[in-house]
């Protein structure tokens, strides 16, 4: 039995989806955002492997648009897929790629100040045993920990802020008010925020001092359960294990799940090297890289975007001679995050599908959760979920 190995790089979309004008960036709409495209038009890329695999021809054929220093012949299978979902968040992206699109609206809160209802503020005060909160309001994390940390220290109140994603993101300091103190907050919480169908409560811990706080790696998202079975249980119901690396655990609430490997993207490439040893036939990496979103696409810096798509590129090349001869590796993203366009919010665009393992072939346009149905297909287990093969 071979194995499969899909690794999301977070936010990396390509433009060109249907519905962009749907979806907005304070008053404008996604139409015409372009995360790659737009990144390769201002900063010369280099990226041999993934160019090699199909990404300039699959920017072309998503958005039309030609990406300076992409357009090799591919070697690999490549396509461009669009989302049905309604959302251009993690979630949706992630549970539709493992072959369960959304089949609800997702909750935001408004852009005003205060974002939350009176009665889910006063439900957060009652957890967390406090007064009042901070925050409240859309914000980028470490604007708003620089902005609101010192009254943090001084009263201890917690900092929750949301963003154009369905989430409530609860910032705290981990050794003034806790780390499990924040994690128990966060899980009691979330049910409250599931029934609204807000996708995900986030822990956000930081340390440090006035001036000089920074966000630690023990972030934590408690994330609404599936609707159905994705791929993940159906290879763990095969027999087959399920190796989580980075969020995964946290977007699938690590129903699915066998293994957790967290970290910083580099040490994930770390985890994922070891994991092509030590994983048996059968099995199922699932990997995702969010600091290009994270540190990158939100925080609009072109350039360290494109230092992130280098050091992947070059990653993966180290990686690919790593591979069995049966092993099938699919490189592809969950959503747009242009760092070239106003607001700080996710982008709605298509996505690459980049393929290792079955020859050169264009596959033309597909559905995320071709994806996952793919998968199924190349590890021969039952599958439950959407989408059509395209092995």
């Given at each position: 039995?071979?194995?499969?190995?899909?690794?999301?790089?977070?936010s990396?979309?390509?433009?060109?989806?249907?519905?962009?004008?749907?979806?907005?960036?304070?008053?404008?709409?996604?139409?015409?955002?372009?995360?790659?495209?737009?990144?390769?038009?201002?900063?010369?890329?280099?990226l041999?492997?993934?160019?090699?695999?199909?990404?300039?021809?699959?920017?072309?054929?998503?958005?039309?648009?030609?990406?300076?220093?992409?357009?090799?012949?591919?070697?690999?299978?490549?396509?461009?897929?669009?989302?049905?979902?309604?959302?251009?968040?993690?979630?949706?992206?992630?549970?539709?790629?493992?072959?369960?699109?959304v089949?609800?609206?997702?909750?935001?809160?408004?852009?005003?100040?205060?974002?939350?209802?009176?009665?889910?503020?006063?439900?957060?005060?009652?957890?967390?045993?406090?007064?009042?909160?901070?925050?409240?309001?859309?914000?980028?994390?470490?604007?708003?920990?620089?902005?609101?940390?010192?009254?943090?220290?001084?009263?201890?109140?917690?900092?929750?802020?949301?963003?154009?994603?369905?989430?409530?993101?609860?910032?705290?300091?981990?050794?003034?008010?806790?780390?499990?103190?924040?994690?128990?907050?966060?899980?009691?919480?979330?049910?409250?925020?599931h029934?609204?169908?807000?996708?995900?409560?986030?822990?956000?811990?930081?340390?440090?001092?006035?001036?000089?706080?920074?966000?630690?790696?023990?972030?934590?998202?408690?994330?609404?359960?599936l609707?159905?079975?994705?791929?993940?249980d159906?290879?763990?119901?095969?027999?087959?294990?399920?190796?989580?690396?980075?969020?995964i655990?946290?977007?699938?609430?690590?129903?699915?799940?066998?293994?957790?490997?967290?970290g910083?993207?580099?040490?994930?490439?770390?985890?994922?090297?070891?994991?092509?040893?030590?994983?048996?036939?059968?099995?199922?990496?699932?990997?995702?890289?969010?600091?290009?979103?994270s540190?990158?696409?939100?925080?609009?810096?072109?350039?360290?975007y494109?230092?992130?798509?280098?050091?992947?590129?070059?990653?993966?090349?180290?990686?690919?001679?790593?591979?069995?001869?049966?092993?099938?590796?699919?490189?592809?993203?969950?959503?747009?995050?242009?760092?070239?366009?106003?607001?700080?919010d996710?982008?709605?665009?298509?996505?690459?599908?980049?393929?290792?393992?079955?020859?050169?072939?264009?596959?033309?346009?597909?559905?995320?959760s071709d994806?996952?149905?793919?998968?199924?297909?190349?590890?021969?287990?039952?599958?439950?979920?959407?989408?059509?093969?395209?092995?």
């Amino acid at each position: 039995m071979p194995r499969a190995i899909l690794i999301v790089i977070d936010s990396v979309g390509i433009g060109g989806a249907p519905d962009a004008a749907q979806y907005f960036n304070g008053d404008l709409p996604d139409t015409g955002a372009n995360t790659l495209g737009h990144i390769a038009q201002a900063v010369p890329l280099h990226l041999p492997h993934l160019d090699a695999l199909g990404l300039g021809a699959a920017v072309q054929l998503a958005s039309g648009l030609e990406a300076p220093g992409l357009g090799a012949v591919p070697t690999g299978a490549w396509g461009a897929a669009t989302e049905v979902s309604r959302g251009k968040d993690t979630p949706s992206g992630h549970w539709e790629l493992a072959g369960v699109p959304v089949p609800w609206d997702w909750h935001h809160f408004p852009d005003t100040v205060p974002a939350f209802p009176p009665d889910l503020t006063a439900a957060i005060c009652k957890a967390a045993g406090t007064d009042g909160i901070l925050g409240n309001c859309h914000a980028s994390g470490t604007a708003i920990i620089a902005r609101d940390g010192a009254a943090h220290l001084r009263n201890g109140w917690p900092i929750c802020y949301t963003s154009a994603d369905s989430v409530l993101q609860i910032a705290a300091h981990e050794d003034h008010f806790g780390l499990d103190r924040l994690y128990t907050l966060c899980a009691d919480l979330a049910p409250t925020l599931h029934a609204m169908k807000v996708g995900r409560v986030i822990a956000r811990p930081f340390v440090g001092d006035v001036g000089a706080f920074t966000r630690t790696a023990n972030r934590k998202d408690y994330a609404i359960p599936l609707p159905g079975p994705s791929i993940c249980d159906d290879v763990q119901a095969a027999g087959g294990r399920v190796h989580a690396v980075g969020k995964i655990g946290d977007i699938f609430s690590m129903q699915g799940i066998d293994t957790l490997h967290k970290g910083k993207d580099a040490v994930l490439m770390d985890h994922l090297r070891d994991l092509l040893d030590e994983a048996t036939d059968g099995d199922f990496i699932f990997v995702n890289l969010v600091e290009f979103d994270s540190d990158y696409g939100h925080r609009r810096d072109v350039a360290g975007y494109a230092a992130h798509l280098a050091w992947f590129d070059a990653a993966l090349g180290a990686l690919l001679p790593r591979l069995a001869k049966d092993d099938l590796l699919i490189v592809t993203a969950d959503h747009g995050n242009d760092p070239t366009w106003p607001g700080t919010d996710h982008t709605r665009e298509r996505v690459p599908v980049l393929v290792h393992g079955i020859g050169d072939a264009p596959l033309g346009h597909l559905a995320f959760s071709d994806v996952a149905a793919s998968i199924a297909d190349h590890l021969s287990v039952p599958y439950r979920g959407a989408g059509k093969s395209f092995l």
